[in-house]
């Protein structure tokens, strides 16, 4: 899988949006950009994912480039419950394991 | 609730003991992820069942770590003779076989090795 590249914090004032940046610069045309979330003494949490098409749900948009070497996490209005870690991951559709390879991710803090 | 569980939630042990983590994933997803998360560091993937099946295994899984599946349902974690090394969030996850989008996580077992 691609390796991701992603700033280790930010601050975000709480009902502003908060944008999250993602490097891939190595992505292959079958990786997909995938997002979790980790809040504190909890497991990674699913947000969205997508190709090469934006897309958007219930939690966020995901913004990627055309030339898919870079994408941005939308959290539209953050809340203090936002504050958490974000991953950016980059990973294939296959039969094999579909296992997940975490970075760093950034830590958000969203503020009063 | 019908979301991963893992149990116990913490565990403290000395060094050279023998310690088992259990997961029960939700139910009908027939593949089981382990993942080890350190402090400050995202989690990192140790091993993953499909039903009963042992599939792969991480470098990072050494001899003294054993999991197992039996009945492809709940999992068990064991490390053997554990180092203050071994300190660390234990994190299982699961998913349909068919999915290749949402792992879901359960809330871990934090390890601590005196």
């Known amino acids: 899988d691609a390796k991701t590249t992603q700033p280790p914090s930010m601050d975000c004032a709480e009902g502003r949006a908060a944008n999250l940046p993602c490097n891939h610069s190595t992505i292959s045309g079958n990786e997909y950009v995938y997002w979790y979330r980790q809040i504190h003494s909890q497991g990674p949490q699913y947000i969205i994912h997508?190709?090469?098409n934006n897309e958007t749900n219930e939690m966020a948009s995901l913004i990627i480039t055309e030339d898919r070497k870079s994408s941005t996490l939308i959290l539209p209005h953050a809340t203090l419950r936002d504050t958490a870690v974000y991953y950016c991951?980059?990973?294939?559709?296959?039969?094999?394991?579909?296992?997940?390879?975490f970075g760093g991710g950034t830590r958000l803090m969203v503020k009063p | 609730d019908t979301g991963v569980s893992q149990d116990p939630r913490h565990k403290i042990t000395k060094r050279g003991q023998n310690v088992t983590f259990r997961c029960d994933p939700i139910?009908?997803?027939?593949?089981l992820y382990w993942y080890r998360q350190t402090l400050g560091q995202g989690p990192e993937f140790l091993t993953y069942?499909?039903?009963?099946?042992?599939?792969?295994k991480s470098r990072l899984l050494s001899d003294r770590f054993s999991a197992e599946r039996p009945k492809g349902s709940f999992s068990t974690l064991e490390i053997q003779r554990t180092e203050q090394g071994d300190s660390a969030m234990y994190l299982c996850?699961?998913?349909?076989?068919?999915?290749?989008?949402?792992?879901?996580f359960g809330p871990g077992t934090r390890l601590t090795v005196l």
């Open positions: 069942f499909q039903n009963e099946a042992q599939l792969e």
């Open positions: 139910s009908e997803h027939n593949r």
């Open positions: 996850a699961s998913t349909p076989e068919s999915s290749y989008n949402e792992q879901f």
């Open positions: 991951i980059v990973r294939v559709h296959n039969n094999a394991g579909n296992m997940l390879t």
């Open positions: 997508g190709l090469k």
